[in-house]
């Protein structure tokens, strides 16, 4: 089988899905799939693009032990659907963004790679990842939280 890769998407890329990617790397490297795995994570918009992540996200990332400080947003392209087998939103506005680029993509399958992070939880009745940019400090470590078990769920799937 090919490789699994995954690929997190949010709406900047400077805030959730860095902090995804972090996390799921953590959890590959601890569970010794770190060479098994393929991870990135992308924005569906263009503001941001080569930027490190949001100080505040890098605060509250490496107070948990993420370092996340030689990331760099950019932008999620149609290509993504031949080169990703997990496509991760972090809420229905980025699923529906990335439902209409898998419509325009070759590979027939684009549109069932797509899941919201939410899906893989399994013990909130959130189904988005609140986007933290416009609030406080501690709805980055809401997102943490968030996103470590989500990130778990994914990972279990994924060897399941
Ligand atoms: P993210 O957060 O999608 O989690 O990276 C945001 C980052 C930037 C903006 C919005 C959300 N923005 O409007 O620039």
Not at 38 to 54: E, K, M, N, Q, R
Not at 90 to 117: G, H, Y
């Amino acid at each position: 089988m090919a490789t699994p890769s995954v690929l997190f998407v949010c709406l900047g890329n400077i805030c959730r899905s860095p902090t995804a990617e972090a996390i799921f790397r953590q959890q590959l490297e601890q569970a010794g799939l770190e060479d098994k795995i393929l991870v990135d994570s992308a924005g569906t918009g263009d503001w941001h693009i080569g930027s490190a992540p949001d100080s505040r996200a890098q605060s509250a990332a490496l107070k948990r032990g993420y370092n996340m400080k030689n990331l760099r947003a950019r932008q999620v392209s149609v290509d993504d659907f031949a080169r990703f087998t997990y496509i991760v939103a972090m809420d229905f506005s980025n699923r529906d963004n990335l439902l209409s680029l898998a419509s325009t993509s070759d590979d027939s399958a684009a549109q069932q790679k797509i899941s919201l992070m939410l899906s893989h939880h399994g013990e909130t009745s959130l189904q988005e990842v609140p986007d933290p940019y416009y609030g406080g400090d501690n709805g980055f470590d809401q997102v943490i939280d968030l996103l470590e078990i989500a990130c778990a769920g994914l990972l279990t799937h994924i060897r399941d």
